[in-house]
């Protein structure tokens, strides 16, 4: 069983910064094997994909953050970012880690961005 805790969520203003981060740990996984994805959930709407990495390192970003966010992985540490950058309010969400395509998930941080 592997669990996610993410942390580094908060309030900040529009234009501002935040890194979130996603540590694993438990069962008897080998993190560098693992992919990771970013998804995030506003009120009232679906959960979407933010950005993911591979095992080998290739990443993928929803077009709404292309160039303003950034998804990278320390395996000796087994934990996963997501450097956000020029936040806008339309990025207030929970944000949460997944594992594995979603076989695992975190319990979600939350980030507002005020305008």
């Known amino acids: 069983q592997v669990q996610l805790v993410e942390s580094g969520g908060g309030l900040v203003q529009a234009g501002g910064s935040l890194r979130l981060s996603c540590a694993a740990s438990g069962g008897t996984f080998i993190f560098r094997f693992m992919p990771m994805d970013w998804y995030r959930q506003a009120p009232g709407k679906q959960r979407e994909l933010v950005a993911a990495i591979t095992s080998g390192g290739s990443t993928n970003y929803a077009d709404s953050v292309k160039d303003r966010f950034t998804i990278s992985r320390d395996n000796a540490k087994n934990t996963v970012y997501l450097q956000m950058n020029s936040l806008k309010p339309e990025d207030t969400a929970v944000y949460y880690c997944?594992?594995?395509?979603?076989?695992?998930w975190g319990q979600g941080t939350q980030v507002t961005v005020s305008s």
């Open positions: 997944a594992a594995y395509g979603g076989a695992y």
